[in-house]
């Protein structure tokens, strides 16, 4: 994916200001569930599954806010300031991170590994909050491709390394559930800002480390 390089110097200013998602209503999303389940499931089976189906509604609301939290959080209060200061330029990368979102298009569940790395300039990112910039991203309804560039472009604000690196791989139920049913296909995507885009033995050394697979 061909995107601008990274410039690097002062970091710009993160804001901490909330998302701009509105609050959920849980009561009017859990109608629309209740109108779903109406038009979905045969009246005799309404009948036959009324305990199962009583609350569902309301736990499918509940479901659908937690699995759309990304929009209301935002990079400033997710980073709060776990940013050091140190002078190293070596490879950075957190590996194998868990990932669960939801595609924009069906709204059934992608989920695969995010792997991240990024070249400091000056300045490093708790491991942790790399995990934690994946999970915010991934929270809302996406496109891989986007949710890739997001990680890396979050990353880039965050600290402004001299590179940046992120590779997704991906099963989507939407391949597998309905459409063209193919259980087994995976989806990679990957972005390279900066050094890791302009470099080649940046590129591949980050490339390589990924493919490494560990005894630990």
């Known amino acids: 994916m061909s995107v601008s390089k990274v410039e690097t110097g002062t970091a710009p200013s993160i804001t901490t200001a909330a998302a701009s998602a509105p ?42 806010e937690f699995f759309t939290k990304g929009y209301r959080e935002n990079l400033g209060d997710l980073i709060n300031e776990a940013v050091f200061d140190v002078e190293m330029d070596n490879m950075v990368i957190v590996r194998d991170i868990q990932m669960f979102s939801m595609c924009e298009h069906h709204m059934v569940p992608f989920y695969g590994k995010v792997h991240v790395g990024y070249l400091p300039h000056k300045k490093v990112l708790g491991l942790s909050k790399i995990a934690r910039v994946v999970e915010m991203y991934a929270r809302r309804l996406q496109v891989q491709e986007r949710l890739t560039r997001d990680i890396a472009m ?57 493919r490494h697979h560990s005894t630990l």
Do not use: W
């Open 23 to 64: 609050v959920m209503d849980l009561d009017e999303m859990s109608s629309a569930f209740s109108t779903l389940i109406r038009n979905a499931v045969p009246a005799e089976y309404q009948e036959s599954q009324k305990q199962g189906l009583e609350k569902t509604p309301m736990r499918a609301a509940k479901a659908v």
């Open 154 to 210: 979050g990353i880039r604000d965050a600290i402004m390394p001299t590179g940046v690196g992120v590779v997704i791989e991906a099963t989507h139920m939407c391949m597998v559930m309905r459409g063209v049913q193919k259980p087994g296909s995976s989806t990679v995507t990957s972005c390279m800002l900066g050094d890791l885009r302009d470099d080649p033995k940046s590129r591949e050394e980050f490339l390589s480390l990924i």
